[in-house]
Protein backbone atom coordinates (compact mmCIF):
# COMPACT_ATOMS: atom_id res chain seq x y z
CA UNK A 1 0.00 0.00 0.00
CA UNK A 2 1.21 3.31 -0.31
CA UNK A 3 -0.23 6.45 1.33
CA UNK A 4 0.75 9.82 -0.02
CA UNK A 5 -0.02 13.15 2.44
CA UNK A 6 1.82 16.31 1.80
CA UNK A 7 0.85 19.98 2.04
CA UNK A 8 3.57 22.35 0.79
CA UNK A 9 3.60 25.14 -1.43
CA UNK A 10 5.15 24.45 -4.62
CA UNK A 11 6.21 27.80 -6.14
CA UNK A 12 2.61 30.02 -6.28
CA UNK A 13 0.93 26.73 -6.01
CA UNK A 14 -0.64 25.11 -2.40
CA UNK A 15 -0.30 21.41 -2.92
CA UNK A 16 -2.39 19.76 -0.39
CA UNK A 17 -2.97 16.26 -1.28
CA UNK A 18 -4.00 13.28 0.71
CA UNK A 19 -3.63 9.76 -1.48
CA UNK A 20 -4.05 6.02 -0.35
CA UNK A 21 -3.23 3.65 -3.08
CA UNK A 22 -4.16 -0.66 -2.63
CA UNK A 23 -1.57 -2.79 -3.87
CA UNK A 24 -2.12 -4.22 -7.64
CA UNK A 25 -4.40 -1.04 -7.84
CA UNK A 26 -3.61 2.08 -10.01
CA UNK A 27 -4.75 5.59 -9.19
CA UNK A 28 -5.02 7.78 -11.63
CA UNK A 29 -4.28 11.80 -10.82
CA UNK A 30 -6.00 13.66 -13.71
CA UNK A 31 -6.10 17.42 -14.29
CA UNK A 32 -4.38 20.15 -15.97
CA UNK A 33 -1.00 21.37 -16.31
CA UNK A 34 0.12 22.99 -13.36
CA UNK A 35 -1.75 21.35 -11.08
CA UNK A 36 0.55 19.85 -9.07
CA UNK A 37 0.35 16.78 -9.85
CA UNK A 38 3.92 16.07 -10.68
CA UNK A 39 4.53 17.54 -7.63
CA UNK A 40 2.36 14.57 -5.58
CA UNK A 41 4.99 11.84 -7.86
CA UNK A 42 8.10 13.96 -6.67
CA UNK A 43 6.92 13.89 -3.12
CA UNK A 44 6.10 10.30 -3.16
CA UNK A 45 10.00 9.56 -4.46
CA UNK A 46 11.34 11.95 -2.50
CA UNK A 47 12.81 14.51 -5.18
CA UNK A 48 10.37 16.88 -3.61
CA UNK A 49 10.60 17.58 0.37
CA UNK A 50 7.27 19.21 1.77
CA UNK A 51 7.19 21.65 4.33
CA UNK A 52 4.75 18.49 5.46
CA UNK A 53 3.56 15.22 5.22
CA UNK A 54 3.80 11.67 5.27
CA UNK A 55 5.07 8.80 2.41
CA UNK A 56 4.38 5.68 3.53
CA UNK A 57 5.10 2.17 1.37
CA UNK A 58 4.94 -1.22 2.11
CA UNK A 59 4.52 -0.56 6.20
CA UNK A 60 7.40 1.36 5.45
CA UNK A 61 7.80 5.30 6.76
CA UNK A 62 9.68 6.88 3.78
CA UNK A 63 8.59 10.42 5.19
CA UNK A 64 7.59 12.07 8.00
CA UNK A 65 8.15 15.68 8.47
CA UNK A 66 6.90 15.72 12.03
CA UNK A 67 9.34 13.04 12.95
CA UNK A 68 12.21 15.06 10.70
CA UNK A 69 12.19 11.41 8.84
CA UNK A 70 13.17 11.53 5.27
CA UNK A 71 14.71 8.61 3.29
CA UNK A 72 16.70 9.70 0.59
CA UNK A 73 15.30 9.16 -2.97
CA UNK A 74 17.97 6.62 -3.98
CA UNK A 75 17.21 4.43 -0.80
CA UNK A 76 13.14 4.12 -1.14
CA UNK A 77 12.13 1.32 -3.81
CA UNK A 78 10.06 3.61 -6.48
CA UNK A 79 9.61 2.95 -10.18
CA UNK A 80 9.41 6.31 -11.91
CA UNK A 81 8.96 6.53 -15.31
CA UNK A 82 9.98 10.35 -15.92
CA UNK A 83 7.65 12.28 -18.64
CA UNK A 84 10.34 12.68 -20.97
CA UNK A 85 11.39 9.32 -19.81
CA UNK A 86 14.74 10.81 -18.82
CA UNK A 87 16.81 7.75 -20.35
CA UNK A 88 20.68 8.17 -20.04
CA UNK A 89 21.12 9.20 -23.51
CA UNK A 90 25.01 7.91 -23.51
CA UNK A 91 23.74 4.48 -22.50
CA UNK A 92 22.14 1.53 -24.39
CA UNK A 93 18.87 0.30 -24.10
CA UNK A 94 19.63 -2.69 -21.88
CA UNK A 95 22.43 -0.39 -19.94
CA UNK A 96 19.76 2.11 -19.25
CA UNK A 97 17.83 -0.82 -17.75
CA UNK A 98 20.74 -2.38 -16.31
CA UNK A 99 21.74 0.95 -14.35
CA UNK A 100 18.79 -0.04 -12.07
CA UNK A 101 20.52 -3.04 -11.31
CA UNK A 102 23.30 -2.90 -8.97
CA UNK A 103 24.93 -5.77 -6.71
CA UNK A 104 24.84 -8.06 -9.56
CA UNK A 105 27.94 -9.14 -11.76
CA UNK A 106 27.55 -7.94 -15.37
CA UNK A 107 26.34 -10.76 -17.57
CA UNK A 108 23.76 -11.28 -14.85
CA UNK A 109 22.61 -7.57 -15.29
CA UNK A 110 22.40 -7.72 -18.84
CA UNK A 111 20.55 -10.99 -18.91
CA UNK A 112 17.93 -9.43 -16.31
CA UNK A 113 18.09 -6.25 -19.02
CA UNK A 114 17.30 -8.39 -21.76
CA UNK A 115 15.16 -10.52 -20.01
CA UNK A 116 12.90 -7.41 -19.63
CA UNK A 117 13.09 -5.46 -22.78
CA UNK A 118 12.28 -8.83 -24.36
CA UNK A 119 8.95 -9.11 -22.31
CA UNK A 120 7.85 -5.55 -23.50
CA UNK A 121 8.79 -6.81 -26.74
CA UNK A 122 12.10 -4.78 -27.79
CA UNK A 123 14.50 -7.44 -27.20
CA UNK A 124 16.34 -6.68 -30.79
CA UNK A 125 17.08 -3.17 -30.04
CA UNK A 126 18.52 -3.55 -26.69
CA UNK A 127 21.96 -2.39 -28.35
CA UNK A 128 20.58 0.74 -29.58
CA UNK A 129 21.06 4.17 -27.83
CA UNK A 130 17.69 6.42 -26.85
CA UNK A 131 18.70 8.51 -29.71
CA UNK A 132 17.56 5.93 -32.36
CA UNK A 133 14.62 4.63 -30.51
CA UNK A 134 11.43 6.22 -31.76
CA UNK A 135 9.30 7.09 -28.61
CA UNK A 136 7.05 4.08 -28.17
CA UNK A 137 10.28 2.47 -27.66
CA UNK A 138 11.78 4.72 -25.04
CA UNK A 139 8.46 4.72 -23.41
CA UNK A 140 8.88 1.16 -23.37
CA UNK A 141 12.63 1.17 -22.04
CA UNK A 142 11.72 3.43 -19.53
CA UNK A 143 9.12 1.57 -18.19
CA UNK A 144 11.37 -1.67 -18.17
CA UNK A 145 14.05 0.74 -15.90
CA UNK A 146 11.61 1.97 -13.94
CA UNK A 147 10.23 -1.74 -12.83
CA UNK A 148 13.83 -3.53 -13.07
CA UNK A 149 14.41 -3.04 -9.68
CA UNK A 150 10.94 -4.66 -8.26
CA UNK A 151 9.73 -1.66 -7.15
CA UNK A 152 7.33 -1.00 -4.02
CA UNK A 153 5.57 1.56 -5.81
CA UNK A 154 5.38 2.57 -9.30
CA UNK A 155 5.06 6.04 -9.81
CA UNK A 156 4.11 7.12 -14.21
CA UNK A 157 4.20 11.25 -15.37
CA UNK A 158 1.77 11.69 -18.18
CA UNK A 159 3.88 8.25 -19.41
CA UNK A 160 1.80 8.60 -22.91
CA UNK A 161 2.22 12.31 -23.87
CA UNK A 162 5.64 11.86 -25.62
CA UNK A 163 3.81 10.01 -28.18
CA UNK A 164 2.39 11.11 -31.29
CA UNK A 165 -1.54 9.71 -31.55
CA UNK A 166 -1.11 6.52 -33.31
CA UNK A 167 1.88 4.99 -31.01
CA UNK A 168 0.13 5.72 -27.84
CA UNK A 169 -3.46 3.49 -28.55
CA UNK A 170 -1.14 0.65 -28.67
CA UNK A 171 1.21 1.61 -25.85
CA UNK A 172 -1.53 2.55 -23.86
CA UNK A 173 -3.15 -1.21 -24.12
CA UNK A 174 0.44 -2.28 -23.56
CA UNK A 175 0.98 0.16 -20.43
CA UNK A 176 -2.83 -1.01 -18.86
CA UNK A 177 -1.56 -4.65 -19.20
CA UNK A 178 1.56 -4.08 -17.17
CA UNK A 179 0.04 -2.43 -14.39
CA UNK A 180 -2.57 -5.24 -14.22
CA UNK A 181 -0.09 -7.22 -14.32
CA UNK A 182 1.96 -5.64 -11.44
CA UNK A 183 1.48 -6.29 -7.25
CA UNK A 184 2.76 -3.17 -6.27
CA UNK A 185 0.54 0.15 -6.14
CA UNK A 186 0.66 2.22 -9.05
CA UNK A 187 0.38 5.65 -9.01
CA UNK A 188 -0.15 7.32 -12.54
CA UNK A 189 -0.67 11.53 -13.22
CA UNK A 190 -2.16 12.51 -16.78
CA UNK A 191 -3.64 15.42 -17.87
CA UNK A 192 -6.17 13.11 -20.19
CA UNK A 193 -9.18 11.94 -18.33
CA UNK A 194 -9.82 9.35 -21.76
CA UNK A 195 -6.16 8.24 -20.57
CA UNK A 196 -6.80 8.26 -16.64
CA UNK A 197 -10.34 6.18 -17.42
CA UNK A 198 -8.42 3.84 -19.25
CA UNK A 199 -5.55 2.86 -16.90
CA UNK A 200 -6.44 3.94 -13.67
CA UNK A 201 -8.75 1.76 -11.47
CA UNK A 202 -9.59 4.77 -9.77
CA UNK A 203 -9.33 8.42 -10.94
CA UNK A 204 -8.62 11.55 -8.73
CA UNK A 205 -9.34 14.86 -10.61
CA UNK A 206 -6.68 17.35 -9.42
CA UNK A 207 -7.44 21.28 -9.51
CA UNK A 208 -5.13 23.79 -8.20
CA UNK A 209 -3.18 21.10 -5.89
CA UNK A 210 -6.22 19.97 -4.17
CA UNK A 211 -7.62 16.24 -4.96
CA UNK A 212 -11.79 17.70 -6.36
CA UNK A 213 -13.28 14.40 -6.89
CA UNK A 214 -11.99 10.74 -6.52
CA UNK A 215 -13.81 7.79 -8.29
CA UNK A 216 -14.20 5.18 -10.59
CA UNK A 217 -14.39 6.75 -14.16
CA UNK A 218 -17.90 5.87 -14.81
CA UNK A 219 -18.42 7.88 -11.20
CA UNK A 220 -16.94 10.83 -12.28
CA UNK A 221 -18.42 11.01 -15.37
CA UNK A 222 -22.05 10.22 -13.91
CA UNK A 223 -22.30 12.25 -11.25
CA UNK A 224 -19.06 15.23 -11.55
CA UNK A 225 -18.95 16.93 -8.25
CA UNK A 226 -18.30 20.16 -10.05
CA UNK A 227 -18.63 22.00 -13.43
CA UNK A 228 -14.86 21.45 -13.35
CA UNK A 229 -14.72 18.03 -12.83
CA UNK A 230 -17.93 17.85 -15.54
CA UNK A 231 -15.43 20.07 -18.30
CA UNK A 232 -12.80 17.30 -17.71
CA UNK A 233 -14.39 14.70 -18.15
CA UNK A 234 -15.15 15.81 -21.72
CA UNK A 235 -18.80 16.62 -21.31
CA UNK A 236 -20.27 19.87 -22.85
CA UNK A 237 -20.81 22.41 -19.84
CA UNK A 238 -23.14 25.41 -19.72
CA UNK A 239 -24.41 27.92 -17.57
CA UNK A 240 -26.86 29.11 -16.83
CA UNK A 241 -29.81 29.70 -13.90
CA UNK A 242 -32.56 27.26 -12.53
CA UNK A 243 -35.40 27.24 -11.06
CA UNK A 244 -37.71 23.86 -9.96
CA UNK A 245 -40.43 23.33 -12.62
CA UNK A 246 -43.83 22.13 -11.30
CA UNK A 247 -42.90 18.75 -13.77
CA UNK A 248 -40.81 17.54 -11.26
CA UNK A 249 -37.77 18.55 -13.56
CA UNK A 250 -35.46 21.80 -13.02
CA UNK A 251 -35.78 24.22 -16.03
CA UNK A 252 -32.49 26.07 -16.93
CA UNK A 253 -32.02 29.61 -18.70
CA UNK A 254 -29.05 29.38 -20.22
CA UNK A 255 -26.91 32.48 -20.97
CA UNK A 256 -27.37 34.32 -23.95
CA UNK A 257 -31.01 32.46 -24.30
CA UNK A 258 -32.34 29.34 -24.90
CA UNK A 259 -33.87 26.98 -21.89
CA UNK A 260 -32.92 23.20 -21.11
CA UNK A 261 -34.78 20.83 -17.97
CA UNK A 262 -32.90 18.23 -15.97
CA UNK A 263 -33.89 15.41 -13.64
CA UNK A 264 -31.01 16.93 -11.21
CA UNK A 265 -32.13 19.19 -8.67
CA UNK A 266 -30.55 22.97 -8.84
CA UNK A 267 -31.86 26.65 -7.99
CA UNK A 268 -29.84 29.52 -8.86
CA UNK A 269 -26.52 29.81 -10.72
CA UNK A 270 -25.91 26.36 -12.49
CA UNK A 271 -23.57 24.38 -14.62
CA UNK A 272 -25.08 22.22 -17.00
CA UNK A 273 -23.20 19.37 -18.59
CA UNK A 274 -24.18 16.91 -20.67
CA UNK A 275 -21.86 14.27 -22.63
CA UNK A 276 -21.80 15.14 -26.54
CA UNK A 277 -22.73 11.60 -27.27
CA UNK A 278 -25.74 12.06 -25.50
CA UNK A 279 -26.72 15.06 -28.04
CA UNK A 280 -28.87 13.83 -30.65
CA UNK A 281 -28.56 16.02 -34.06
CA UNK A 282 -32.05 16.63 -36.47
CA UNK A 283 -32.42 18.74 -39.32
CA UNK A 284 -33.54 22.12 -38.55
CA UNK A 285 -37.79 22.81 -38.11
CA UNK A 286 -38.60 19.43 -37.21
CA UNK A 287 -41.22 18.87 -34.95
CA UNK A 288 -40.72 17.56 -31.78
CA UNK A 289 -40.71 14.00 -31.74
CA UNK A 290 -39.48 11.28 -29.22
CA UNK A 291 -38.45 11.72 -25.70
CA UNK A 292 -35.94 14.38 -26.02
CA UNK A 293 -36.67 17.39 -23.67
CA UNK A 294 -33.92 19.51 -24.59
CA UNK A 295 -33.14 21.15 -27.96
CA UNK A 296 -31.64 23.83 -28.95
CA UNK A 297 -31.17 25.14 -32.87
CA UNK A 298 -27.61 25.48 -33.09
CA UNK A 299 -25.18 26.11 -36.66
CA UNK A 300 -22.56 23.16 -37.30
CA UNK A 301 -18.85 24.76 -37.02
CA UNK A 302 -17.27 22.19 -37.70
CA UNK A 303 -17.01 18.14 -38.85
CA UNK A 304 -13.93 16.39 -37.60
CA UNK A 305 -13.95 12.65 -37.98
CA UNK A 306 -12.48 10.38 -35.08
CA UNK A 307 -12.48 7.08 -35.99
CA UNK A 308 -15.80 5.91 -36.89
CA UNK A 309 -17.94 8.99 -35.09
CA UNK A 310 -17.77 12.36 -36.22
CA UNK A 311 -17.57 15.40 -33.63
CA UNK A 312 -19.23 18.30 -34.20
CA UNK A 313 -18.44 21.87 -33.00
CA UNK A 314 -21.52 23.64 -32.68
CA UNK A 315 -22.47 27.31 -32.14
CA UNK A 316 -26.00 27.60 -30.17
CA UNK A 317 -26.77 30.49 -26.73
CA UNK A 318 -23.23 28.76 -25.79
CA UNK A 319 -20.89 26.74 -27.78
CA UNK A 320 -21.48 22.98 -27.73
CA UNK A 321 -19.89 19.40 -28.94
CA UNK A 322 -21.84 16.66 -30.62
CA UNK A 323 -20.54 13.11 -31.55
CA UNK A 324 -22.94 11.22 -33.58
CA UNK A 325 -21.89 8.10 -36.52
CA UNK A 326 -20.12 8.93 -39.85
CA UNK A 327 -23.86 7.25 -41.28
CA UNK A 328 -25.76 9.98 -39.51
CA UNK A 329 -23.45 12.52 -40.76
CA UNK A 330 -23.42 11.79 -44.28
CA UNK A 331 -27.62 11.13 -43.92
CA UNK A 332 -28.14 14.87 -42.21
CA UNK A 333 -25.78 16.07 -44.44
CA UNK A 334 -23.87 18.07 -41.96
CA UNK A 335 -21.32 20.74 -42.91
CA UNK A 336 -20.33 23.60 -41.58
CA UNK A 337 -22.62 26.50 -42.04
CA UNK A 338 -25.40 23.93 -41.57
CA UNK A 339 -28.49 24.83 -39.32
CA UNK A 340 -29.65 21.45 -37.12
CA UNK A 341 -31.65 21.15 -33.70
CA UNK A 342 -29.22 19.78 -31.06
CA UNK A 343 -31.75 17.27 -28.57
CA UNK A 344 -31.08 15.65 -25.73
CA UNK A 345 -33.05 13.92 -22.77
CA UNK A 346 -33.63 15.85 -19.18
CA UNK A 347 -32.19 12.69 -17.85
CA UNK A 348 -28.55 13.09 -19.16
CA UNK A 349 -28.48 16.49 -17.75
CA UNK A 350 -26.69 16.96 -15.19
CA UNK A 351 -26.39 20.01 -12.96
CA UNK A 352 -23.92 21.24 -10.42
CA UNK A 353 -24.01 24.64 -8.26
CA UNK A 354 -21.62 27.00 -9.49
CA UNK B 1 20.13 35.40 -57.27
CA UNK B 2 18.89 38.48 -55.17
CA UNK B 3 18.44 36.24 -52.49
CA UNK B 4 22.09 36.32 -51.33
CA UNK B 5 22.57 40.18 -52.72
CA UNK B 6 24.58 42.81 -50.93
CA UNK B 7 24.40 41.61 -47.52
CA UNK B 8 25.68 37.93 -48.61
CA UNK B 9 28.35 39.50 -49.71
CA UNK B 10 29.51 41.37 -46.98
CA UNK B 11 29.64 38.30 -45.07
CA UNK B 12 31.81 36.26 -47.26
CA UNK B 13 33.76 39.43 -47.31
CA UNK B 14 34.55 39.80 -43.66
CA UNK B 15 34.82 35.80 -43.27
CA UNK B 16 37.31 35.79 -45.79
CA UNK B 17 39.26 39.05 -44.21
CA UNK B 18 38.95 37.22 -41.18
CA UNK B 19 40.16 34.10 -42.19
CA UNK B 20 43.28 36.14 -44.28
CA UNK B 21 44.18 37.89 -41.12
CA UNK B 22 44.07 34.66 -38.60
CA UNK B 23 45.78 32.06 -41.17
CA UNK B 24 48.42 33.88 -42.73
CA UNK B 25 50.45 34.80 -39.74
CA UNK B 26 50.13 30.80 -38.68
CA UNK B 27 51.54 29.73 -41.92
CA UNK B 28 54.19 32.38 -42.43
CA UNK B 29 56.08 30.34 -39.39
CA UNK B 30 56.08 27.15 -41.24
CA UNK B 31 56.94 29.38 -44.73
CA UNK B 32 60.15 30.19 -43.11
CA UNK B 33 61.15 27.11 -40.75
CA UNK B 34 61.80 24.17 -43.46
CA UNK B 35 61.29 20.27 -42.11
CA UNK B 36 65.14 20.13 -41.57
CA UNK B 37 65.02 23.47 -39.21
CA UNK B 38 62.37 21.35 -37.13
CA UNK B 39 64.41 18.41 -36.89
CA UNK B 40 67.35 20.09 -36.04
CA UNK B 41 65.65 22.17 -33.28
CA UNK B 42 64.23 19.03 -31.72
CA UNK B 43 67.61 18.02 -32.31
CA UNK B 44 68.68 20.93 -29.91
CA UNK B 45 69.12 20.17 -26.11
CA UNK B 46 67.42 23.25 -25.03
CA UNK B 47 64.75 23.04 -27.12
CA UNK B 48 64.38 19.72 -26.36
CA UNK B 49 63.85 20.47 -22.42
CA UNK B 50 62.20 23.63 -22.99
CA UNK B 51 59.13 21.10 -24.51
CA UNK B 52 59.43 18.57 -21.90
CA UNK B 53 59.38 21.01 -19.24
CA UNK B 54 55.90 22.74 -21.38
CA UNK B 55 55.08 18.93 -21.55
CA UNK B 56 55.15 18.30 -17.73
CA UNK B 57 54.16 21.39 -16.00
CA UNK B 58 51.09 21.22 -18.24
CA UNK B 59 49.80 18.00 -17.56
CA UNK B 60 50.10 18.62 -14.08
CA UNK B 61 48.21 21.48 -13.95
CA UNK B 62 45.27 20.47 -16.33
CA UNK B 63 45.15 17.14 -13.54
CA UNK B 64 44.62 19.66 -10.84
CA UNK B 65 42.60 21.66 -12.87
CA UNK B 66 40.65 18.82 -13.83
CA UNK B 67 40.44 17.33 -10.50
CA UNK B 68 39.41 19.91 -8.56
CA UNK B 69 37.77 22.28 -10.87
CA UNK B 70 35.05 19.53 -12.44
CA UNK B 71 33.68 19.04 -9.08
CA UNK B 72 33.48 22.93 -7.86
CA UNK B 73 31.78 23.64 -11.38
CA UNK B 74 29.32 21.38 -10.68
CA UNK B 75 28.30 22.42 -7.15
CA UNK B 76 28.43 26.10 -9.35
CA UNK B 77 26.23 25.00 -12.09
CA UNK B 78 23.47 22.76 -9.91
CA UNK B 79 23.01 24.38 -6.34
CA UNK B 80 22.10 28.24 -5.36
CA UNK B 81 23.45 29.67 -2.48
CA UNK B 82 23.94 33.61 -1.52
CA UNK B 83 26.57 35.14 -2.69
CA UNK B 84 26.65 32.80 -5.97
CA UNK B 85 27.47 35.19 -8.37
CA UNK B 86 30.33 36.84 -6.17
CA UNK B 87 31.29 33.46 -5.85
CA UNK B 88 31.45 32.98 -9.94
CA UNK B 89 32.86 36.42 -10.82
CA UNK B 90 35.81 35.74 -8.34
CA UNK B 91 36.09 31.99 -10.25
CA UNK B 92 36.65 34.36 -13.55
CA UNK B 93 38.94 37.19 -12.73
CA UNK B 94 41.76 35.36 -13.76
CA UNK B 95 40.02 35.36 -17.30
CA UNK B 96 40.36 39.15 -17.48
CA UNK B 97 43.94 39.55 -15.36
CA UNK B 98 46.72 40.48 -17.25
CA UNK B 99 49.21 38.27 -17.26
CA UNK B 100 51.82 40.48 -15.85
CA UNK B 101 49.60 41.27 -12.83
CA UNK B 102 48.45 37.78 -12.47
CA UNK B 103 52.31 36.88 -11.84
CA UNK B 104 53.16 39.98 -9.63
CA UNK B 105 49.85 38.63 -7.58
CA UNK B 106 51.29 35.15 -7.28
CA UNK B 107 54.79 36.62 -5.93
CA UNK B 108 52.56 38.76 -3.54
CA UNK B 109 50.79 36.13 -2.21
CA UNK B 110 53.09 32.96 -2.17
CA UNK B 111 56.04 34.52 -3.37
CA UNK B 112 59.24 34.49 -0.78
CA UNK B 113 57.47 37.73 0.93
CA UNK B 114 54.44 37.18 -0.12
CA UNK B 115 51.56 37.02 2.60
CA UNK B 116 51.75 33.43 2.16
CA UNK B 117 55.21 32.99 2.02
CA UNK B 118 56.11 32.08 5.65
CA UNK B 119 53.04 29.44 5.53
CA UNK B 120 54.55 27.77 2.23
CA UNK B 121 58.65 27.88 3.05
CA UNK B 122 57.49 26.14 6.69
CA UNK B 123 55.50 23.58 4.85
CA UNK B 124 58.82 22.97 3.00
CA UNK B 125 57.59 23.87 -0.18
CA UNK B 126 59.49 25.78 -2.95
CA UNK B 127 57.40 27.95 -5.24
CA UNK B 128 58.90 30.77 -7.04
CA UNK B 129 61.38 30.22 -9.55
CA UNK B 130 61.00 26.68 -9.42
CA UNK B 131 59.20 24.03 -11.76
CA UNK B 132 56.61 24.05 -8.67
CA UNK B 133 56.18 28.05 -9.63
CA UNK B 134 55.69 27.13 -13.31
CA UNK B 135 52.45 24.71 -12.72
CA UNK B 136 51.13 27.25 -10.07
CA UNK B 137 51.20 29.77 -12.62
CA UNK B 138 49.75 27.55 -15.57
CA UNK B 139 46.73 26.72 -13.11
CA UNK B 140 46.14 29.79 -11.66
CA UNK B 141 45.35 31.65 -15.34
CA UNK B 142 44.45 28.53 -17.33
CA UNK B 143 41.70 27.17 -14.38
CA UNK B 144 39.02 29.72 -15.35
CA UNK B 145 39.07 28.64 -18.70
CA UNK B 146 37.81 25.32 -17.26
CA UNK B 147 35.78 25.68 -14.83
CA UNK B 148 33.49 28.26 -16.67
CA UNK B 149 32.83 26.03 -19.43
CA UNK B 150 32.76 23.26 -17.39
CA UNK B 151 29.81 25.33 -15.66
CA UNK B 152 28.09 25.71 -18.41
CA UNK B 153 28.34 22.13 -19.95
CA UNK B 154 26.83 20.64 -16.20
CA UNK B 155 24.06 23.27 -16.24
CA UNK B 156 23.09 22.06 -19.82
CA UNK B 157 22.48 18.61 -18.41
CA UNK B 158 18.78 17.96 -17.81
CA UNK B 159 17.99 17.95 -14.25
CA UNK B 160 15.46 14.70 -14.44
CA UNK B 161 18.30 12.58 -15.78
CA UNK B 162 20.12 12.77 -12.04
CA UNK B 163 16.45 12.67 -10.44
CA UNK B 164 16.32 9.19 -12.64
CA UNK B 165 19.34 7.91 -11.49
CA UNK B 166 18.33 8.83 -7.63
CA UNK B 167 15.02 6.75 -8.20
CA UNK B 168 16.97 3.63 -9.70
CA UNK B 169 19.10 3.66 -6.41
CA UNK B 170 22.00 5.54 -6.75
CA UNK B 171 23.39 8.46 -4.72
CA UNK B 172 24.53 11.55 -6.33
CA UNK B 173 27.61 11.21 -6.16
CA UNK B 174 27.31 7.77 -8.22
CA UNK B 175 25.07 9.75 -10.64
CA UNK B 176 27.30 12.53 -11.20
CA UNK B 177 30.30 9.97 -12.18
CA UNK B 178 28.10 7.75 -14.08
CA UNK B 179 25.41 10.07 -15.68
CA UNK B 180 26.41 13.71 -15.23
CA UNK B 181 30.24 13.54 -16.06
CA UNK B 182 29.19 10.78 -19.12
CA UNK B 183 26.72 13.41 -20.80
CA UNK B 184 28.50 16.60 -20.18
CA UNK B 185 31.68 15.06 -21.99
CA UNK B 186 31.54 17.21 -24.87
CA UNK B 187 31.22 20.63 -23.19
CA UNK B 188 34.03 19.39 -20.48
CA UNK B 189 36.46 18.77 -23.62
CA UNK B 190 36.41 22.19 -24.84
CA UNK B 191 36.73 23.67 -21.60
CA UNK B 192 39.98 21.22 -21.18
CA UNK B 193 41.07 22.10 -24.62
CA UNK B 194 40.88 25.97 -23.94
CA UNK B 195 42.50 25.66 -20.30
CA UNK B 196 45.09 23.54 -22.22
CA UNK B 197 46.02 25.77 -24.94
CA UNK B 198 46.00 28.49 -22.77
CA UNK B 199 48.36 26.43 -20.43
CA UNK B 200 50.96 25.64 -23.33
CA UNK B 201 50.54 29.27 -24.60
CA UNK B 202 51.70 30.91 -21.29
CA UNK B 203 53.99 33.42 -20.78
CA UNK B 204 54.04 36.55 -18.62
CA UNK B 205 52.48 34.91 -15.41
CA UNK B 206 55.49 32.38 -15.70
CA UNK B 207 57.84 34.38 -16.46
CA UNK B 208 57.19 37.43 -13.56
CA UNK B 209 56.68 34.31 -10.87
CA UNK B 210 58.58 32.02 -11.98
CA UNK B 211 61.57 33.40 -14.00
CA UNK B 212 63.11 31.77 -17.28
CA UNK B 213 65.90 29.09 -16.13
CA UNK B 214 66.62 26.59 -18.59
CA UNK B 215 65.48 23.38 -17.66
CA UNK B 216 63.60 24.31 -15.01
CA UNK B 217 61.18 27.02 -15.44
CA UNK B 218 61.66 27.86 -19.11
CA UNK B 219 58.77 26.54 -21.15
CA UNK B 220 58.42 26.79 -25.26
CA UNK B 221 56.83 30.36 -25.03
CA UNK B 222 59.65 31.48 -22.51
CA UNK B 223 62.09 29.87 -24.74
CA UNK B 224 60.91 31.49 -28.15
CA UNK B 225 61.24 34.38 -26.56
CA UNK B 226 65.00 33.57 -25.09
CA UNK B 227 65.55 32.98 -28.41
CA UNK B 228 64.11 35.47 -30.46
CA UNK B 229 66.68 38.59 -30.10
CA UNK B 230 69.81 36.02 -30.77
CA UNK B 231 68.75 33.27 -33.81
CA UNK B 232 65.12 34.43 -35.12
CA UNK B 233 65.59 30.77 -36.96
CA UNK B 234 65.36 28.77 -33.81
CA UNK B 235 62.82 30.81 -32.35
CA UNK B 236 60.57 29.88 -35.50
CA UNK B 237 61.13 26.31 -35.34
CA UNK B 238 60.36 26.40 -31.78
CA UNK B 239 56.81 28.56 -32.81
CA UNK B 240 56.24 25.85 -35.44
CA UNK B 241 56.43 22.87 -32.76
CA UNK B 242 53.85 24.75 -30.37
CA UNK B 243 51.89 25.24 -33.02
CA UNK B 244 51.59 21.46 -34.05
CA UNK B 245 51.17 20.72 -30.88
CA UNK B 246 47.87 23.18 -30.10
CA UNK B 247 46.34 22.27 -33.12
CA UNK B 248 47.12 18.67 -32.54
CA UNK B 249 45.02 19.04 -28.82
CA UNK B 250 42.35 21.61 -30.94
CA UNK B 251 41.66 18.31 -33.53
CA UNK B 252 41.59 15.94 -31.19
CA UNK B 253 39.04 17.48 -29.04
CA UNK B 254 36.86 18.11 -32.52
CA UNK B 255 37.09 14.06 -32.94
CA UNK B 256 35.50 13.57 -29.53
CA UNK B 257 32.74 16.30 -29.87
CA UNK B 258 32.38 14.95 -33.46
CA UNK B 259 32.18 10.76 -32.01
CA UNK B 260 29.89 12.14 -29.45
CA UNK B 261 27.77 14.15 -31.65
CA UNK B 262 27.71 11.00 -34.27
CA UNK B 263 26.75 8.62 -31.30
CA UNK B 264 23.14 10.82 -31.45
CA UNK B 265 23.30 11.78 -28.16
CA UNK B 266 24.63 15.21 -27.84
CA UNK B 267 21.58 16.66 -29.37
CA UNK B 268 19.34 14.95 -26.51
Known sequence: MLSVETRTAVGALRLEVELTVEPGECLALAGPSGAGKTSVLRVAAGLLRPAEGRVRANGETWLDTAKGLDVPAERRRCGYVFQDYALFPHL???????????????????????????????????????????GGERQRVALARAVARDPDVLLLDEPLSALDARTRAAAARELAEVLRGTESPSLLVTHDFGEAAQLGNRVGIIDAGRIVQ?????????????????????AVVLTGTARPG??????VGLDGGGEVASVDRGDGPVAVS??????????????????????????????????????????????????????AA??????????????WKAAATRLVAR | MRRGGWFGIVLALCLALALTFLTVPVAAIFAHSTPRDLVSTLGDRSSLDALWLSLRTTAVSMAIILAVGTPAAYLLATRSFRGKALVVTL??????????????????AVGPSGILGGAVDAAGIELSFTTAGVVVALTFVSSPFYVRQAMAAFAAVDRSLLDASRTLGASEARGFLRVVIPVALPGLASGAALALGRALGEFGATLMFAG?????????????????????????????????????????????????????????
Open chain 1, 92 to 134: SAWQNVAYALRGLGRRERRGRALELLERLGLGDRAEARPASLS
Open chain 1, 274 to 327: VYPWEIAIEPAGEPRHGSAQNRLGVEVLSVTAIGNRVRLGLAGPQPLAAEVTQA
Open chain 1, 246 to 251: NDGLTH
Open chain 2, 212 to 268: SFRGVTQTVPLAIYDRFSTDFDAALALSAVLVAVSAAILLAVKLVQGGAALGGWQAE
Open chain 1, 214 to 234: EGTPSELAAAPRSAFVADFTG
Open chain 2, 91 to 108: VELPLVLPPAVAGIALLA
Open chain 1, 330 to 343: DALGLRPGANVTAS
